[in-house]
């Protein structure tokens, strides 16, 4: 299966074309957001940091997302007196070779004359916008991410079955698979380290999985937020907070900030396991809902993507419904929006947290021993 995607001048491709309005500090939020309700336009989207100091962890998460594959263009909106500069964030995306450009409301004049001039700037980008080069895509340039929230028991046996199908499809015709929420892996290390591809993916994943531990008290590897896949396969996304004498943030605090998390790893379509049914969508990249739990979505159907609960039913093997999947993931990347999209869903969520780039063994070097 191919299709139509978006040639970008840094060498990657998009599923979407979207333009970024992002408000640097809570107190540009208003005007960022008005600015987009005007513009009212499906690839037109408002995310930002609300915390005037520094917080490296959504600095990076920030950053990554203006480099993201699905963005086009970006408009950076600061107040004037915050630690993010809306024209470090321009610039970025200027070098990315995207649309960019930027303000401070304070030296615009307020907030009526601020909206005008991002409208004005968002118009003129979407126009340009529309001479964006196309290129042939496929399951082979596809990142994609996945996560569970407002679970029941049918997430488990059905819908993260059908994913964890699709996902080894996906690998073998050169994809890339993100998954994460290390946390739910607990009691199943040794599971975990059988599918590591080498040596260093079986320590990065133990010491990953000790870490979980000590917060709670076949694949690659592991990533950090914000860090793309080095190469394609299966990753373990590392979303949990680093050791930090200040505690900086907690993981998963919500379904959107695991969203986020995976699509600043470049996820150009995120998966949304939800056997109760969360009616989120995200930002910059499609999300796909998908329940194991027929009921939920029959009452929910107008949120609700992909209809996982046959294999609990009996009505297919879980190799046919990976590949009904895969066939909604093509459409979705062709151009065709989620249910969340077509809703106007565009939920994001950017916390204060402390992690470290790199993955490092030094907390965890006493578990190398235990058996």
Known sequence: MRWQGYARKNGTKGI????????TVKCSEFVARRICEEANHTDVEVLGFDGCTD????????????????????????????????KWLAEIAEKEGKEADWMFIQDVGGTRRA???????????????????RVEMGFSDLVIGAECGGSD??????????????YDKLVDMGGTAIFEEI???????????ERAANEQARKELRYTYDKALEYCKSIEGVIKVSCPAPKKGLWLLDSTPDPYWMQFGITNPNDNEGLMDLISCGAHIVFLVTGRGNVVGSAVSPCIKITGNHHTYARMEEDMDFDASPVLAGLCSQDEMALRLADMVAE????????????????????????EKQVCFKPCEKAEGRE
């Not at 979407?16 to 408000?23: A, C, M, P, T």
């Open 332 to 355: 979705t990347a062709g151009g065709k929006e989620t249910k969340s999209e077509a809703l106007g869903h565009r939920e994001y969520f950017i916390p204060y947290k402390y992690q």
């Open 16 to 23: 979407r074309n979207r333009i970024l309005v992002i408000y």
């Open 55 to 86: 917080n490296q962890y959504a600095v990076n998460l920030l950053i990554s997302l203006i480099r993201h594959p699905n963005v086009g263009g970006v408009l950076a909106v600061g107040l004037g007196c915050e630690y993010v500069q809306p």
């Open 183 to 193: 946390v739910e892996a607990v009691g199943l290390v040794d599971l975990l380290e």
């Open 115 to 133: 909206i005008e001039k991002g409208l004005a700037s968002v118009r003129a980008m979407l126009e340009r916008l529309k001479n964006t080069p």
């Open 153 to 166: 028991y049918t997430s488990g046996l059905a819908g993260n079955v059908a994913v964890g199908r699709f």
